[in-house]
């Protein structure tokens, strides 16, 4: 059984974000409560992996009673991402965030799904489950971008469709095995579908997931290709999206079990999936 709605608004152990605008047009220094990843070790070359410098300078920001977490230009290659309270995320101009690849052996990578046992048998695994992520609980602005690389979009496909993408585009980008490596063989459901696309732990599946959160703000920078679900929000309150813009595999956002949400002012391209998506889970 799922929870009454009511009870979907309470901070049940993800982040409540309450996001300071003001903090975003800071000066990087920790006086003024921006903190800068790379004043925490991140170096922003698309080769190191930077998860372990991300969430120290999320750590002093909550220590200093919330801030700015800063990405100046670069490149920053990471898994899950853990927000807190009273912090936000800024993308800096010619800055990007890229969702690193869990090498096959899975000694790394993201987090591993929470359980929820009752959810997987009624929806899609990536709606039940919000810590594989890259980033969950979160507030953001840009004008910076997400890439989703290391992200799978869910059964029987590869996290990036290679072969589907101009052909101007394709550089860089390796041609899809028959299978994910880590996918499972049969649905997690014994339903069959709606309850399929379970991955292993260490996989991740979604750009950014919201549950019970409060007062978020996204705006303003670009997520390309997102994964399953490139933003996933479950049981948030007072949450505003505008100006995003979306390419992605899987869906673009889902809303579900929300309340005083507006989309506004955002281009999503989401040729196989759903672009906007209304649910009540």
């Known amino acids: 059984m799922y929870p009454k709605r009511s009870h979907l608004f309470r901070p049940a152990g993800l982040a409540v974000i309450l996001l300071s605008l003001a903090g975003a047009a800071a000066s990087a220094n920790e006086s003024s409560h921006t903190f800068d990843v790379r004043d925490f070790g991140a170096k922003g070359d698309g080769r190191i992996l930077d998860t372990d410098a991300i969430n120290r300078a999320i750590n002093a920001a909550e ?153 978020v703000i996204m705006r303003d920078f670009t997520i390309y290709h997102g994964g399953h679900l490139a933003i996933l929000g479950t049981g948030v309150d007072n949450w505003t999206v505008d100006n995003l813009k979306i390419d992605t595999n899987r869906d673009g956002i889902d809303v579900d079990c929300c309340q005083n949400v507006r989309v506004s002012n955002c281009t999503i391209n989401s040729p196989l999936d759903d672009a906007i998506c209304l649910k009540s889970s």
């Open 63 to 215: 220590a200093a009673g919330g801030g700015t977490v800063e990405f100046p230009a670069g490149t920053y290659l990471s898994f899950s991402i853990h927000m807190k309270s009273n912090i936000g995320l800024h993308l800096g101009p010619g800055s990007t965030i890229v969702a690193a690849e869990p090498p096959p052996d899975l000694s790394t990578g993201y987090d591993a799904p929470e359980p929820n046992t009752a959810a997987d048998h009624y929806v899609d695994f990536a709606h039940a489950h919000w810590h594989n992520s890259l980033i969950w609980g979160v507030a953001i602005t840009g004008p910076g971008r997400i890439f989703g690389r290391g992200l799978s979009r869910g059964r029987g496909s590869e996290p990036i469709i290679r072969d589907q993408l101009p052909e101007e585009r394709r550089a860089g980008i390796p041609a899809p095995r028959a299978t994910h490596p880590f996918q499972h063989p049969s649905d997690s459901s014994p339903f069959g579908y709606p309850g399929n696309g379970m991955l292993d732990a260490g996989v991740g599946n979604k750009a950014i997931s919201l549950k019970d959160c409060r007062n």
